[in-house]
């Protein structure tokens, strides 16, 4: 079983609604991660925290908007989503972020933007 | 660019005999390589990992062999279970992007009972 949480699991929002998804570990990681994943395809980087600061942001679109209020909890604010943004979310954590820590995955939340 | 792994592949293996999977990468810098299994509606559970100044590594049932004369990754299951079904990602830590992680396209296992 994975130690990072995600919730929710399953969310559907309209275009025109604001929601987050949030992520939890205490496995004492100072890296965290959102990562997005479509059907049939690998997951593919959106954002990276490294000691609660936003190192790594994949050129991703505003309306997704990243926050870590602290080491062991990160969340995905969501507004004014388009319908291909519908999507496996992904949230992971790693012990620090390169080389060699390996970086652990939670069960996803599964967004429907309609 | 950013390529790692080739398309989806399907492998079907008979349960009891043993999986090979492959992965070519495309990053010659790339210092750490992960494989992941991913089963439907789930995220991604890690398997094994190998550093770039290894060329194998044995886990339980589990071996990673890594060529980097030819930037390949192999995952070697024994004795696959029907327990093994899913998706297979290998991942590769690419320094020169910032310590970003990268995967390849994934390969199904199927395995017959």
């Known amino acids: 079983d994975t130690e990072v949480t995600q919730t929710p699991k399953h969310l559907v929002m309209g275009m025109t609604n604001k929601k987050s998804l949030k992520c939890e570990q205490h496995m004492g990681h100072r890296a965290m991660y959102w990562y997005k994943q479509k059907a049939k395809k690998p997951p593919e980087l959106m954002f990276v925290?490294?000691?609660?600061?936003?190192?790594i942001n994949e050129s991703v679109p505003s309306r997704f908007s990243p926050e870590c209020p602290n080491s062991s909890l990160l969340n995905l604010h969501l507004h004014a989503l388009q319908p291909e943004d519908s999507a496996l979310y992904l949230c992971?954590?790693?012990?620090?972020?390169?080389?060699?820590?390996?970086?652990?995955f939670g069960e996803g939340s599964w967004l429907t933007v309609v | 660019g950013e390529s790692v792994g080739l398309h989806l592949p399907t492998l079907s293996v008979q349960e009891g005999d043993n999986s090979i999977i492959n992965c070519a990468y495309s990053?010659?810098?790339?210092?750490?390589f992960i494989w992941y299994k991913q089963e439907s509606g789930k995220g991604p559970q890690f398997i094994i990992d190998?550093?770039?100044?290894?060329d194998k590594r044995q886990g339980q049932r589990v071996t990673v062999l890594l060529n980097k004369t030819v930037k390949h990754l192999s995952l070697q299951i024994a004795a696959t279970q029907p327990g093994d079904s899913a998706v297979y990602f290998c991942a590769e830590n690419v320094r020169e992007y910032g310590n970003k992680l990268v995967f390849g396209a994934g390969t199904i296992l199927r395995v017959k009972s």
């Open positions: 992971a954590s790693s012990q620090l972020h390169g080389q060699g820590n390996t970086i652990y």
């Open positions: 990053n010659s810098a790339s210092d750490y």
């Open positions: 190998i550093r770039s100044n290894m």
């Open positions: 925290y490294s000691y609660e600061k936003l190192s």
